[in-house]
Nanobody, 119 residues
Framework: QVQLVESGGGLVQPGGSLRLSCAAS????????MGWYRQTPGKQRESVAS???????SYADSVKGRFTISRDNAKNTVYLQMNSLKPEDTAVYSC?????????????WGQGTQVTVSS
C-alpha cells in the first residue's frame, strides 16, 4: 500500500505561480507512471500532466507551456510547477501513482489539494 499526500495548494492571483508536491510513503522509483489530475464540482476529473519512470512527460493542451511536472525519486516526490495561472485552473488537484508488478497493476490516489485562482 502506498499513501500519497499532496501539498502546496492555496489561493493565488491570476498570473501567479504555485508548486504542488505529492509525497509518497514508499519508493516511487518503481512507479511506471505518476500524474496530476484536477476536478471541479459538476465536472469529470481530467488529467493535467503525467511522467513515466523514464522521465517522459505529457500535458493537457490547456496547460502546455504553463505547467511542468517533475519527479525526484530520491525524495519519493512528484511536483507540479504551475505558472501563469488562470481562474479556469481553479480545482482540486490530486496525485496518482501506477505500479505494475507481476502482471498486476496497482493504482493509488492522494486526497487532493485545493487550488484557487482569483483576484
Amino acid at each position: 500500500q502506498v499513501q500519497l499526500v499532496e501539498s502546496g495548494g492555496g489561493l493565488v492571483q491570476p498570473g501567479g505561480s504555485l508548486r504542488l508536491s505529492c509525497a509518497a510513503s514508499a519508493s516511487i522509483s518503481g512507479a511506471d507512471n505518476m500524474g496530476w489530475y484536477r476536478q471541479t464540482p459538476g465536472k469529470q476529473r481530467e488529467s493535467v500532466a503525467s511522467i513515466t519512470n523514464s522521465g517522459s512527460t505529457s500535458y493537457a493542451d490547456s496547460v502546455k507551456g504553463r505547467f511542468t511536472i517533475s519527479r525526484d525519486n530520491a525524495k519519493n516526490t512528484v511536483y507540479l510547477q504551475m505558472n501563469s495561472l488562470k481562474p479556469e485552473d481553479t480545482a482540486v488537484y490530486s496525485c496518482k501513482a501506477i505500479f505494475r508488478m507481476s502482471l498486476r497493476t496497482y493504482v493509488y490516489w492522494g486526497q487532493g489539494t485545493q487550488v484557487t485562482v482569483s483576484s
